[in-house]
């Protein structure tokens, strides 16, 4: 496998920062990407959760993707205004970047002690 | 069916204003919320289709929603590079809300005409 | 002023008809465009609602746009994870659209009564 | 400096892996928070490069933003159909994080030897 834009990273960027980088690529995009979608089933949460996990890897260099979305979208048919929209708290985003000898796992997930959605490196190994 | 909201709305606004209302926000949350995912294959495209059917059909008063992007996805897996994100020009949107006595039915597609990504009214009907 | 569009639109839609879809596609797209936007402060905030109102007045027969943006984005420079991203309930968006005679004024904002962030019509004119 | 969110990550994440990781994240939330935002004139791109910059800054680890719009917006004011929206083709984004001793100054743009908007590093330096 040639690497078309390998020529533009710094010579100074290792199969290891490569892996790393694309990790963080792959979650900003979930976030920013996804957030905001209404949605009114649990039924409607999965479709979306397959639908990020195939967004995820048609990007460079993913391996794997597992996405969970909190099931609280059962909503009443009856009233239309009972829906309500993807947060970033929702997601529990699960991504996994190979480049290389480099296999980076990454995570994006509600973290309550922080109060905060943190993006955070999991595991990083040499295979 | 009591409408919670509508008090907020001016008692100058007809079930008809209502309909063509919902149309409006209907499709300007479809350009604005879906554009920019990532995609690799038509079958991604074909899931994304129904999505976002769903995610309009979650909002109030829409009873018809059909969803057809461009078959323009299928790129080669051996390149990390060939993938592409969903552009407004990709969709054909069909929406359809129903307020009380009145049916809208209201598009997004590209004109290529106008060159332009075009929202528009396709019929309005009493019912 | 010639309207290249209007005739895609079909024969039953009204000047009302068209102004009030052009309300809901504005606020459509506001919600689901600039929701997410990560901001350390309130100066962030300031600046956010000018290009939000920029923004909506760029597209077709917009006349006015005011927004307002709650301030509660002071957050501390010496934590780096003090700072948060826009959220609809935050926004509150005024947009008049004039098409032909009819001059509508519509408006988003977070009505707390409904615990919901309700896009309506606030007056419509003839003018 | 603590940094509270330290302790999530594998053990194994070095300070450059965090800084590089900071960089990918940085760059995937702009890419799609802002792609498509509606603009008529170049001032509305000189003002949304400002915001982007802040809306970087704004999160973890960032010291330093600077980006680019094509000068492709000044449209006709008498057409209202002559506006665009924010394309991912016309950024040039330069972000720098810092954590501990590593800086990672990370680009976004259009490649057109790749017919590719390509995010890479652009340096990695110690100090």
Redesign the interface.
């Known amino acids: 496998?040639t690497?078309?834009?390998a020529k533009?990273?710094?010579t100074?960027?290792t199969e290891?920062?490569?892996a790393?980088?694309?990790?963080?690529?792959?979650?900003?995009?979930v976030?920013?990407?996804?957030?905001?979608?209404?949605?009114?089933?649990n039924e409607?949460a999965e479709?979306?959760e397959?639908?990020i996990e195939?967004?995820?890897?048609?990007?460079?260099?993913r391996t794997r993707a597992k996405v969970a979305i909190k099931r609280r979208f059962d909503?009443k048919p009856e009233d239309?205004?009972d829906?309500s929209?993807l947060k970033?708290s929702d997601l529990d985003v699960l991504v996994e970047v190979r480049y290389g000898r480099f296999v980076v796992r990454?995570r994006l997930r509600r973290?309550e002690e922080?109060d905060?959605n943190?993006?955070?490196?999991?595991?990083?190994e040499e295979v």
Chains 1, 2, 3, 4 share one sequence.
């Open positions: 496998m690497d078309r834009a533009y990273f710094t100074k960027a290891r920062d490569r790393v980088f694309e990790a963080g690529l792959a979650l900003g995009m976030v920013h990407q996804f957030t905001g979608i209404p949605l009114r089933s409607d479709m979306l397959r639908l195939r967004s995820i890897l048609s990007q460079p260099y909503h239309p205004y829906y929209t970033t990454a973290v922080l905060f943190l993006a955070y490196i999991e595991d990083i």
